[in-house]
């Protein structure tokens, strides 16, 4: 018999369990390892739509005003995140300009627009044929927005500025702060929340409506609808049509190809000058814990242990994380297990804080553009450190930890 409320399986240990109403800001946790299985928002539809529109207009003016206001020997540089894009662009760094360009201005506004288009879409009570695919895409791009990143970057780079140049902040960096506050409150509207709407309101079918315990289910990654699977088999969703495995195909060989080119990568990244400061005296070039060391000097000490635990503890901790985690599939014991997915959540959250350094280069070339007195070029160490950043994570994404807990579960059913 199909239980009496939709079924919701966790994305970690894929343990089943019917999705109950629970208060307004509650949040639910997976019974077997812990994490969280779904919130309960506080806002209406009408809330999430005001909430969308105000991130965009936020959006506009943070990207169309300056961020800084800088003055040297006379001369004045106004820098906006855009006008940093295309200096970044003009000096021959074209991969450090398109993966800011991506993570901070293309993402961001796809994230903001599909959110507005979906909640519009719900609130109307009629989804659109594409429904299925703008949730596919919206998932993509609020994994890979970076906007709080930006802002403690921009930060960084006004602190390193502060002692060369008068300058002045910006309405940008207040937009950007508020734009900040704003995607992160977005952030919490997910694919999977728009889908739960939806069942909730009878717009789309039910999940684990028609499925039969006594048989292998899966939870489709798309939609996250509960249905029967035969197991290490792959279908499309009775829902949204997405193709999907029972459990990712090749994760752990994909994973470790990942990471290992992550710490090949990790070597240059670190020994590579992140940027070179030309002045008239001569060229200075800087690598990452050379700028760690500049902002201890400067005064700036919190900064300064930031952008260490950003730039040198995350990365190498994920790759430390990673590894451990793919080193054995499956340990003793539910509790050891539990641990283990901790800390693949852990690896989730940091993943892209390793992005400051490649941020605060982009903003330091705009703000050190006085011809014939000072200008920064970004190095092959922020190439570098980028792809470090891309690379780890892809490697948690290819990351399967459900298949510690099916190892687990083997191991104990043997056992017994």
Not at 78 to 105: E, K, P
Not at 249 to 267: C, E, G, K, Q, T
Not at 390 to 412: E, I, K
Request: net charge positive; with cysteine.
């Amino acid at each position: 018999m199909p239980p009496a409320n939709p079924l919701i399986a966790c994305d970690h240990c894929a343990r089943l369990h019917e999705r109950l109403p629970i208060k307004p800001g509650a949040v639910a946790s997976c019974l077997q390892c812990g994490s969280e299985l779904y919130r309960q928002p506080r806002l209406s539809l009408e809330g999430w739509l005001a909430l969308s529109w105000g991130a965009l207009i936020v959006f506009i003016i943070a990207n169309a005003f300056p961020v800084a206001q800088l003055s040297m020997q006379g001369k004045t540089v106004r820098t906006s995140l855009l006008h940093a894009l295309w200096l970044t662009w003009l000096n021959g760094d074209y991969a450090v300009a398109i993966m800011t360009a991506l993570f901070v201005v293309v993402f961001p506004l796809g994230q903001i627009c599909f959110v507005m288009w979906a909640v519009s879409s719900l609130k109307r009570r009629c989804l659109p044929p594409d429904f299925r695919y703008g949730l596919r895409m919206l998932e993509v791009l609020s994994h890979w927005s970076m906007v709080p990143v930006l802002l403690l970057a921009a930060l960084v780079s006004l602190v390193k500025m502060a002692d060369l140049t008068r300058l002045e902040p910006a309405q940008g960096l207040w937009a950007f702060a508020m734009l900040t506050v704003l995607l992160t409150a977005l952030g919490r509207m997910t694919a999977h929340r728009l889908w739960r709407w939806a069942e909730d309101d009878g717009l789309v079918s039910r999940s684990g409506a028609d499925i039969q315990l006594s048989q292998p289910v899966a939870a489709c990654p798309a939609c996250a609808c509960v249905q029967n699977m035969p197991a290490r088999q792959a279908r499309h969703c009775q829902r949204c049509n997405a193709f999907f495995h029972f459990r990712r195909p090749n994760s752990r060989s994909n994973a470790w190809a990942f990471l290992i080119a992550a710490a090949i990568l990790y070597v240059p990244a670190n020994t590579l000058p992140v940027m070179s400061l030309r002045l008239p005296t001569g060229v200075q070039s800087h690598t990452i814990l050379g700028g760690v060391i500049e902002l201890w000097q400067l005064g700036s000490w919190d900064l300064a242990l930031v952008v260490f635990i950003a730039s040198i503890v995350v990365p190498l901790t994920k790759l430390l994380a990673l590894g451990v985690l793919l080193w054995r599939t499956a340990w003793r014991g539910k509790g050891v297990q539990r641990q283990r997915t901790r800390l693949y959540s852990l690896v989730e959250f940091i993943g892209q804080w390793s992005m400051l350094d490649v941020f605060v280069v982009v903003f330091l070339s705009s703000m050190a553009d006085f011809p014939g007195l000072t200008q920064i070029i970004a190095g092959l160490g922020a190439t570098s450190f980028g792809l470090v950043v891309v690379l780890t994570m892809l490697a948690a994404m290819s990351y399967d930890p459900r298949q510690g807990w099916d190892a687990a579960s083997h191991q104990l059913e043997t056992k017994h």
